[in-house]
């Protein structure tokens, strides 16, 4: 926020009030005052702690009430302080805070690279006035970035935004962005041949630093390399949809890369009526149904070792035989062999898709 904007309009305020008013930082600082003597000055030592503690609440202290800008977070940015400790030096105070808040607010959406990246993301900046505002901005298009999309889950707090601020604090090359109350993003720059066990370390470290701290559990999605700032959007989408795949197809991730969904991607976009459509084509009625808890978890640890009935059979620490049986019985109820691959193919896909319709009715029952 420019202090020259604040200060053209702290000298209107005095004009029509005739109180003495400014601004203070998050240090106590006076960044901009209608006595342009005192700008530069701290205020009382304590004051930044008084004002957080106040939660957005006018603060009395010194001869003057202060008020912290709307929109801070676990600490504020900017606070508002008027000459006086009377209830109309509070009124005025609250006004002041609301007035300079729209004019931050403004300034922002025009000359603030956060906000810039945010409504590219967003789709809320039309494609052909990227370059334009780019320019503006002096925002480099070239380097590649990648958005990871940090969506806390059960319980949040505002506080995760500072420490995601903290782990990446370089506001030239990353980007940290607050788009809900539960969705955090950020926008990292990187090497265009990145590898993606680095872009999952990064995730790790967010989610481990957040849990840590705050004790709230995160799932975050990674997009693929957006190779200039017009591809942000889509690497925000997919990091979207990792975190809707993962939920559906790797339950126990927390971490969920975009570009490894593989199978789970296309079936998540398939209409619902197609994939019923298959599950009545590839099994009989009540076939699927048939099979208990313990038929299915040998179908699956069957496919974790690559169809071969000797390692798995030696996982599942049953005898060869035993395990033929139960392939014998699954193709006598489904019709499918899942020794031979072009089954298993099938049948592997069904089991996915079977879990796709069960997570859209029970979105559908919420």
């Known amino acids: 926020m420019s202090n020259r904007l604040f200060q053209g309009v702290l000298l209107q305020i005095k004009e029509a009030t005739g109180r003495t008013v400014g601004v203070v930082d998050a240090d106590g600082e006076i ?19 008084d004002i957080n503690d106040a939660g957005g609440r006018a603060l009395v202290s010194g001869g003057s009430t202060y008020c912290a800008l709307a929109n801070w977070g676990a600490t504020y940015e900017y606070a508002v302080f008027v000459e006086g400790e009377d209830r109309e030096g509070g009124e005025l105070c609250a006004l002041a805070a609301i007035t300079l808040g729209v004019a931050k607010t403004a300034y922002d959406e025009k000359h603030d690279k956060a906000t810039f990246i945010k409504n590219i993301i967003l789709d809320n900046i039309l494609p052909g006035d990227i370059h334009v505002r780019a320019r503006e901005l002096h925002v480099d298009e070239a380097p590649p970035h990648v958005v990871f999309l940090i969506r806390q889950v059960d319980k949040t707090d505002i506080a995760a935004l500072d420490i995601l601020h903290s782990l990446f604090p370089d506001k030239q090359h990353d980007v940290v962005l607050n788009l809900s109350e ?29 849990n840590s701290e705050l004790y709230i559990k995160t799932v975050i999605g990674i997009g693929s390399v957006a190779e200039n700032v017009k591809e942000l959007a889509r690497s925000y989408k997919e990091a979207q949809i990792a975190i809707d795949v993962g939920k ?36 009989k009625k009540g076939s699927l149904e048939g099979l208990d808890q313990e038929t299915l978890f040998t179908i699956l640890k069957f496919f974790e070792n690559s169809l071969n009935v000797s390692e798995t059979s030696r996982k599942l620490f049953v005898h060869r035989n035993t395990l033929v049986y139960r392939l014998e019985k699954i193709k006598k109820i489904t019709g499918l062999d899942l020794r031979e691959f072009d089954h298993a193919i099938v049948f592997k896909v069904a089991l996915m898709v079977r879990r796709y319709l069960t997570a859209r009715e029970e979105e559908m029952k919420n």
């Not at 960044?31 to 702690?49: F, M, N, P, W, Y």
């Not at 890369?257 to 099994?283: A, D, H, N, W």
């Open 31 to 49: 960044i901009a005052c209608s006595d342009t003597l005192r700008v530069g000055k701290v205020v009382e030592d304590d004051i930044s702690s």
């Open 182 to 210: 539960t969705d955090l993003a950020l926008v990292k720059e990187v090497r265009g041949n990145v590898d993606p066990l680095e872009l999952k370390k990064v995730a790790y470290a967010i989610e481990e630093t957040i």
């Open 248 to 283: 559906v197809f790797d339950t126990d991730k927390t971490v969920v890369s975009y570009e490894t969904l593989g199978l789970g991607r296309l079936i998540y976009q398939l209409p619902t009526t197609m994939c019923q459509m298959f599950m009545s084509e590839v099994f």
